[in-house]
């Protein structure tokens, strides 16, 4: 009991000190052209996304020079009782208009993956995983919902579909819930993260992994910035 009483204020001390790691991920140089997705193959696809011009999301320049949809999470560092025993709720990953939302996302280990297909048309939902077993699930209703969850960790796994060809996205499944998405404004906050030295890493599906050493106390850690070309 006693020990058991020592762990607990131990963890209780710790996040009660815990800091947030907030940065930006930029990007220099001449960003690509981003490829329009065609959708005329599905009626519905096309309907849904008329008037739009539709591109892929796997290199995402935003307008202030910075880069979305990298993810940047806590590599080497952390001690394994820091790690909070409750995985959270449920992760929503969407398939609407004909795309998944969000793109890249992250979830523990154990953390239920909830996908759902917002779409009046058939799709399926094909991770590509290695060290977890992989899934392949039919969608063919809209509103319909289906729970996931991995039992190790994994990362990246790709997730397609293999009814439209453009639709694709990537995981993140963590020990730890310290890890983040850079925004529509390249930013990124890992939250509660407690004292101590950190090695991140930030990765991107077209432009590999930046590393960065971070100090975190009481008052957080900030602003680290990655640079992508």
């Known amino acids: 009991m006693k020990a058991t009483l020592m762990v607990t204020t131990l963890l209780g001390a710790s996040f009660a000190l815990a800091g947030n790691v907030t940065g930006k991920v930029s990007f220099k140089g001449t960003a690509p052209k981003a490829d329009v997705v065609k959708m005329n193959a599905d009626p519905v ?3 849904e996304n008329a008037g739009k011009k539709v591109v892929k999301d796997d290199v995402v320049v935003n307008a202030n020079g910075t880069l979305a949809n990298v993810f940047v ?7 394994k009782e820091a790690i909070p025993a409750d995985v959270g709720s449920p992760v929503t990953f969407d398939q609407s208009g004909c795309m998944y939302t969000p793109h890249v996302l992250g979830v523990r280990v154990g953390q239920k993956l909830k996908i759902v297909n917002s779409d009046s048309t058939m799709h399926n939902v094909h991770s590509l995983s290695k ?8 969608m ?3 509103g319909q919902t289906i729970e996931k969850d991995f039992k190790k960790a994994e990362f990246p796994v790709k997730v397609k579909c293999d009814v439209h060809g453009w639709m694709a996205g990537y995981i993140g499944v963590m020990e730890h819930p310290f890890f983040a998405v850079s925004d529509s404004s390249g930013a990124f906050s890992i939250n509660n993260l ?20 971070v100090k ?14």
């Open 73 to 79: 999470y806590v590599k080497e560092g952390l001690k």
């Open 45 to 47: 696809c096309a309907k």
């Open 140 to 142: 063919p209703t809209k």
């Open 216 to 229: 975190v106390t009481a008052a957080g850690a900030g602003p680290v910035e990655f640079t992508f070309n």
């Open 194 to 213: 407690p004292p101590g030295d950190y090695k991140l890493e930030a990765w991107h599906e077209k432009f590999g992994t930046k590393m960065a050493d």
């Open 131 to 138: 060290t977890n077993p992989s899934f392949n699930s039919a």
